[in-house]
């Protein structure tokens, strides 16, 4: 799997959008990125993954540039319960044993005040 | 999402005896379950991959004789630590992932389990 690049931390302002960026410039054309979330002491929690086209769900957004070299996840409103761990993750996609996740160490996101 | 339930979310034991999770998937076939460490301020570490009906593939340095792990159902994966220490304790997680629907792309997670060995 491509490995990944994330900032350490950032923090947010509640109510502001968090742009949290991940470098992938070894990614290949098979391979998704995922991002997951880990609250505090709790299982990783699916967030959203794409190929190569921009994404959106209930819970955020995925940008991912054109040459797919790097994506940016958008928290659009971001709550105090977003802050966490962000994972930003590349493998493809499929179900079996050859599927596992490696995580990197993430971005934590506090939210604040 | 799919869901994973994983039980029990803490546990504390004595030195030397023997620990059982059970990590389930409640609304999918998880095909292949995962089972990860985590240790304070640490990112997972996956220790080991188990499909249903099949012996469970370790990672490097985790032993096996150690963290048993059975996947004997579609459904339900266990994670045996035996005669736990010390050492031992840590944050366990699972998860699992199936060949049909939401759950062929996308690992799901259990809430994980905090092991305590005093």
């Known amino acids: 799997d491509a490995k990944t690049t994330q900032p350490p931390s950032m923090d947010c302002a509640e109510g502001r959008a968090a742009n949290l960026p991940c470098n992938h410039s070894?990614?290949?054309?098979?391979?998704?990125v995922y991002w997951y979330r880990q609250i505090h002491s709790q299982g990783p929690q699916y967030i959203i993954h794409g190929l190569k086209n921009n994404e959106t769900n209930e819970m955020a957004s995925l940008i991912i540039t054109e040459d797919r070299k790097s994506s940016t996840l958008i928290l659009p409103h971001a709550t105090l319960r977003d802050t966490a761990v962000y994972y930003c993750i590349v493998r493809v996609a499929g179900g079996g044993s050859n599927y596992k996740l490696t995580f990197g160490k993430g971005t934590l996101l506090t939210v604040n005040p | 999402g799919a869901v994973v339930s994983q039980h029990p979310s803490r546990v504390i034991c004595k030195s030397g005896t023997s620990v059982k999770i059970e990590c389930r998937s409640l609304d999918f076939q998880a095909t292949t379950m995962f089972w990860y460490r985590q240790f304070p301020k640490k990112s997972l570490m996956l220790m080991a991959t188990s499909n249903e009906g099949s012996k469970a593939t370790y990672e490097q340095g985790v032993e096996k004789d150690k963290f048993l792990i059975n996947h004997a159902s579609l459904t339900l994966s266990t994670l045996t630590v035996t005669s736990a220490h010390p050492e031992d304790s840590s944050f366990y997680i699972c998860?699992?992932?199936?060949?049909?629907?939401?759950?062929?792309?996308?690992?799901?997670f259990g809430a994980g389990t905090r092991l305590s060995v005093l």
């Open positions: 998860s699992a992932i199936g060949l049909a629907g939401e759950a062929k792309n996308i690992q799901y």
């Open positions: 070894t990614i290949s054309g098979n391979e998704y």
